[in-house]
C-alpha cells in the first residue's frame, strides 16, 4: 500500500484532506504509533549549518526510516551521492543519552529553539518520529572517520519534522521576518512552515560521553642533514582545521665555520604551496619558524626540506586542531507508508 505523500509547498486543505484518507486507509502514522516507515525524497545537504543557504548543495538519494518508537529499534538508511561523492550510512543503534531521547527513539515532541528541550542550533520543530544514536558512514566505499573516535562510527540524530525550517529552493534557516538567517543565540526569532515536513539527518563528531568535540593532532619528523644537495619530504594527513607548523633548525658544524642553509615549503594535497621559509643558524645556533595555517582541504599535506650543511638537525612539530564536524542533510518530500 502507498502511504502519503507530504512536502514541499502543500496547502492546508491538501494536508487535511491526506491526513484523513491515510488516517482511514490505516496507513498514516500518528504520533503515538509503535512503527514508523518514512521515506524521503528531494534531499540536500552541507557541511555544517549553513544558515544563510551557503555550501548547500543536491543530496541525489533518498532516506528510509524504518523504526519502532516502543522498543527503540530499527533503521535508518541513506544511499546517495553528495557533493561528487557517494555516501551510504546505516543507523541502527539508538540510545537515549537524555532523558527526553526516551531510550533512542521518540514520537511527538517538541525540541530545539526555544523549545527548551535540546539545543538551539535548529528553530523549533514539532516532531513526529526522532532518533538519537551512532550511524556507520561509508563514502565512495570507504570508511568515513570520525577524527575524534578513529572510527566511523558518527553520533546521528534524525528527525521527521512537522514544520520545516529549511527553504525549499535554497536551503536557508531564516529569522522571523526572513531578513536574514537564523541565528542559535536568538532561538524564538525563526521561521518555520506548519505542514511543511521535511526530514532531517545530522552527523556529527563526538567525544566519549556523546557531545560535539574538536579533535587535536600532532604530527612530529626529524632530519638530519650532511650533504651539500639535501632534499626531503615530510607528509601528514589532516582534513579542514586550523594548524600550527613549528620548526627548529640547529647547526652542528663540527668546525663551527660551515653554514647551514635549509629552505622550507609547505603544500597542501592540491599542491598549492602554503607557506615557505629559509633558515641559516651559525654553529651551535638553532632557528625557529613558526607558521599557523588554515587547512582548506582534506589529504596529505608535505613540508619540503631542501639546501645544505655539513652536519645539522631539524625538527617539523606540527599540531592540527580539527573543529566539530556536522554533515546535516535534509529530505523535502516525505512520503509515510
Known amino acids: ?67 519502532e518508537d516502543v522498543n527503540n529499534t530499527g533503521q535508518v538508511v541513506v544511499h546517495g551521492a553528495f557533493d561528487g561523492r557517494q555516501f551510504d550510512v546505516v543507523f541502527d543503534r539508538f540510545n537515549g543519552l537524555k532523558d527526553f531521547h526516551d531510550g533512542g527513539i521518540v514520537s511527538g515532541l517538541r525540541e530545539h529553539g526555544d523549545s527548551g528541550v535540546g539545543d538551539t542550533s535548529v528553530p523549533a520543530v514539532d516532531l513526529d518520529v526522532a532518533g538519537w544514536g551512532t550511524a556507520r558512514v561509508t563514502v565512495d566505499g570507504e570508511p568515513l572517520i570520525d577524527p575524534v573516535n578513529g572510527t566511523a562510527e558518527w553520533a546521528a540524530h534524525f528527525m521527521v519534522v512537522r514544520n520545516g525550517f529549511r527553504d ?10 526572513r531578513s536574514g538567517p537564523y541565528d542559535p543565540d536568538v532561538p524564538g526569532d525563526a521561521t518555520t512552515v506548519d505542514g511543511d515536513w521535511e526530514i532531517h539527518l545530522a552527523l556529527r563528531t563526538t567525544d566519549p560521553s556523546g557531545g ?5 593532532h600532532e604530527f612530529d619528523s626529524n632530519g638530519e642533514v650532511n650533504s651539500p ?18 620548526i627548529n633548525a640547529t647547526n652542528y ?16 594535497p592540491s599542491g598549492e604551496e ?7 643558524p651559525d654553529f651551535g645556533e638553532t632557528v625557529m619558524i613558526t607558521w599557523d595555517v588554515n587547512l582548506t582541504e582534506d589529504g596529505e599535506f608535505t613540508v619540503d626540506v631542501s639546501g645544505s650543511a655539513v652536519q645539522g638537525t631539524y625538527n617539523v612539530d606540527v599540531h592540527v586542531t580539527n573543529p566539530a564536524v556536522a554533515y546535516n542533510f535534509w529530505w523535502e518530500d516525505v512520503s509515510f507508508s
Open 1 to 67: 500500500m502507498r502511504g502519503t505523500m507530504v512536502g514541499r509547498n502543500t496547502l492546508a486543505a491538501s494536508l487535511l484532506a491526506a491526513f484523513i484518507a491515510s488516517a482511514l486507509a490505516g496507513c498514516f502514522a500518528a504520533p503515538d504509533a509503535a512503527a514508523y516507515r518514512v521515506v524521503g525524497t528531494d534531499g540536500k545537504g552541507a557541511i555544517g549549518f549553513a544558515y544563510d543557504g551557503h555550501g548547500v548543495l543536491p543530496f541525489d538519494g533518498n532516506i528510509t526510516i524504518d523504526v
Open 168 to 177: 525549499d529552493d535554497t536551503g536557508t534557516v531564516w529569522n522571523g521576518d
Open 212 to 216: 560535539p568535540a574538536t579533535a587535536y
Open 229 to 246: 644537495a639535501y632534499a626531503e619530504t615530510h607528509a601528514f594527513e589532516a582534513r579542514p582545521g586550523s594548524a600550527r607548523v613549528i
Open 253 to 268: 658544524s663540527p668546525t663551527g665555520t660551515q653554514t647551514m642553509d635549509l629552505d622550507f615549503v609547505l603544500s597542501s
Open 274 to 280: 602554503l607557506e615557505s621559509a629559509s633558515a641559516s
